[in-house]
């Protein structure tokens, strides 16, 4: 892959008001206080109410990215949201983005990608890609899951480590960064490991309204994705990396989906100095689905965890199962 520029102009996150602690979650689930901590790693996340949804959280970080690049909304040339779940099947996202931006009459296309967890990873390619072909000079990809509303706290493993949240980045054309590699790998034989099965074509409500809405809590296998995806990952690793010229040794910071705990102790040991190097925020907000990884490359960005010349690698996970990853220099 021919290695391609791009510059940050701008990145925000935004999050419910509800901070929901794990010793609120351990009172829910009846168990004792620590337990869900303890268990999970995780002290604390954030629930979405009713009226805070995925669109109005995406449009307010959208405006602080925008606000930070100086840039007014009029002047993008695409908005793609990149949300594990939709706020809705139709229309999509980015369109009600759009309109809360006050761009409803503006033409300006707008419209989804989706891999789940690995959402924001594909709309980076698709908007690079773009960039590269003199498409567009200006985007906005934006990013917000609300997993609360379709767990199922009979299980705890796929409840408790869930987090609602929304991203935003608005991206130039022009910059001093680079994309040295970008690859994503889809293993559909792991599908069932992570399924939300309601709100598409398959299954009819007027049908079976019980089964619909009991297909409407998303289900895991938590011990299998782990498997599936962490079998894979050294040899993805190594593919990236030789794609990108780039040695382990040299990549300044560790940018992951923030799947689980294990997940992320797990790439930690995988690579050098990997516990100082890795962006960890899942103790304070979860596994945010779509939201995680780009919340974690505004950290980074932040943080002043990416500094200019150095490499940083973006890697993560998602239903599918698919593995993604992306080598940029800053």
Request: hydrophobic content about 45%; proline content about 4%.
């Amino acid at each position: 892959m021919k290695s391609r520029s791009f510059g940050i102009a701008g990145s925000a996150v935004a999050h419910p008001r509800r901070s929901v602690s794990s010793r609120e979650v351990d009172e829910r689930l009846g168990m004792p206080h620590g337990h869900v901590e303890a268990t999970f790693g995780i002290r604390r996340r954030q629930w979405a109410d009713p009226q805070e949804t995925s669109s109005a959280m995406a449009a307010a970080a959208a405006a602080q990215a925008l606000a930070e690049a100086d840039w007014s909304a009029d002047t993008l040339d695409v908005i793609v949201g990149a949300c594990g779940v939709m706020e809705q099947p139709i229309p999509g996202t980015a369109p009600l983005v759009q309109r809360r931006l006050g761009l409803g009459g503006s033409g300006i296309r707008a419209y989804d990608v989706n891999a789940t967890c690995l959402s924001f990873l594909v709309a980076l390619e698709h908007v690079l890609d773009g960039f590269a072909l003199g498409r567009w000079q200006r985007a906005l990809v934006f990013t917000a899951d609300i997993a609360s509303a379709a767990l199922d706290f009979r299980d705890h493993e796929a409840s408790v480590i869930f987090g609602d949240g929304a991203s935003a980045f608005a991206l130039a054309a022009d910059g001093a960064h680079r994309c040295r590699a970008l690859r994503i790998e889809t293993y559909a034989d792991g599908a069932d490991l992570c399924r939300l099965e309601a709100g598409g074509t398959r299954l009819r409500p007027h049908e079976d309204i019980d089964g619909f809405l009991a297909a409407s809590r998303f289900r895991m296998n938590g011990p299998g994705v782990f498997r599936a995806a962490g079998r894979r990952l050294p040899r993805f690793l190594q593919t990236l990396l030789g794609e990108a010229r780039t040695a382990p040794h040299e990549l300044a910071t560790i940018v992951p989906h923030q799947a689980s705990a294990p997940a992320l102790e797990h790439l930690k040991r995988m690579l050098p100095d990997g516990h100082a190097r890795t962006i960890d925020i899942f103790a304070e907000h979860g596994n945010q689905i779509a939201t995680s990884l780009p919340h974690a490359l505004h950290v980074a960005r932040t943080r002043g965890r990416l500094r200019t010349g150095e490499q940083a690698l973006m890697v993560g996970t998602s239903a599918g199962i698919s593995l993604g990853g992306a080598v940029f220099q800053w």
